[in-house]
């Protein structure tokens, strides 16, 4: 499966764009996961195994907090145009909408002053007052603010931290056992960036996430095998957990004038049709596509031990253009 997109990421890994990987093609019930390299290399080497965990960084947004508001939304306990404020009443800007969350429309303010160097309770508060901005709705901008503030929407909606929430919510009834936030056990860990003279390992690499503990856009940290379970229940024809009308829909652009977005997730184009895509700030991403039943997961430490982010994003948008261009040819093939 795959063979093009297999060489480049091998050949990436060579160049050291990431020194240690664990890649997983999904092609209907085929399933094959290549693991290379190494879990760290400072300050000393470690061999690179498929039970790590790794620090899924931004994953984490789709993996928990859109999986439950998924479930909120097909069980009809909250609207995708109700206003945040009617669940986090604390929160100051009573226009922003779910959706505009979910879909990075919001217009959100995300600067905050002296941010990493908050305590918890002060960086939540200065969360609570940021404000949308005049391209609400009309403009696509990424953040990790409306994922913040969903998270503790979701808190607030269960009376629950966010690990109980995403627990009870998905993972249990998913059985997926191999999926929490850190801090995790430094053995089981795969290391990320060198701050100083000291590597994080099993501590979340997300400053924000660090000080807040959980929450709604990073800090998860899952093995290969959780994230195959994962992915197999937005494959499903059947899913376990949720309808499958739900998932079909996740295809569709939901944001008020077509910025191609889904509901937490960036659609890509193959052929006709649009798949699931979402990156993680650490090395991650995985793919979804659930027409044809295939899914990708990547996972690297390419953070580790310094940060080469220009870099990595070409690699990166290399390697997922490859595998679009070989899904297109499978689907031909089978025409």
Request: net charge neutral.
């Amino acid at each position: 499966m795959f063979e093009r997109t297999k060489k480049e990421i091998e050949r990436f890994y060579h160049e050291g764009i990431y020194k240690g990987y664990i890649t997983t093609f999904i092609d209907h019930e085929q399933l094959e996961s290549i693991v290379q390299g190494e879990a760290a290399i400072y300050p000393e080497h470690e061999k690179l195994t498929k039970d790590h965990y790794f620090d899924l960084a931004s994953l984490t947004k789709v993996i928990g907090t859109v999986s439950v508001y998924l479930r909120l939304l097909e069980q009809k306990r909250i609207q995708l145009d109700q206003k945040l404020a009617e669940y986090l009443p604390e929160y100051q800007d009573k226009t922003v909408t779910i959706r505009q969350l979910l879909t990075h429309t919001s217009g959100i303010n995300t600067w905050i002053e002296n941010r990493d160097q908050l305590s918890p309770e002060a960086l939540r508060e200065a969360y609570l007052v940021q404000k949308s901005g005049k391209m609400q709705s009309k403009e696509m901008k990424y953040t990790d603010t409306g994922f913040i503030l969903l998270g503790m929407a979701l808190e607030r909606y269960f009376e629950l931290p966010l690990d109980k929430v995403f627990q009870q919510e998905l993972f249990a009834p998913l059985k997926i056992n191999e999926i929490r936030y850190g801090p995790i056990s430094q053995p089981q860990a795969v290391a990320t960036e060198k701050i100083g003279t000291t590597v994080l390992k099993g501590e979340i690499h997300d400053p924000k996430a660090r000080i807040l503990g959980q929450a709604g856009h990073a800090g998860l940290f899952a093995t290969n095998a959780a994230l195959i379970k994962f992915v197999r229940e937005y494959l499903a024809p059947v899913p376990t957990v949720y309808q499958a009308r739900t998932l079909d829909a996740l295809a569709q652009d939901h944001t008020a004038h077509q910025l191609n977005r889904s509901l937490g997730w960036e659609l890509k184009t193959i052929g006709t049709r649009s798949v699931l895509f979402h990156t993680g700030y650490t090395g991650t991403f995985i793919l979804i596509d659930r027409v044809k039943q295939r899914g990708w997961i990547f996972l690297s430490n390419r953070v580790h031990p310094d940060d080469h982010r220009e870099a990595y994003i070409a690699k990166r948008d290399r390697l997922i253009q490859l595998y679009l261009e070989e899904s297109e040819k499978e689907d031909q093939k089978q025409m």
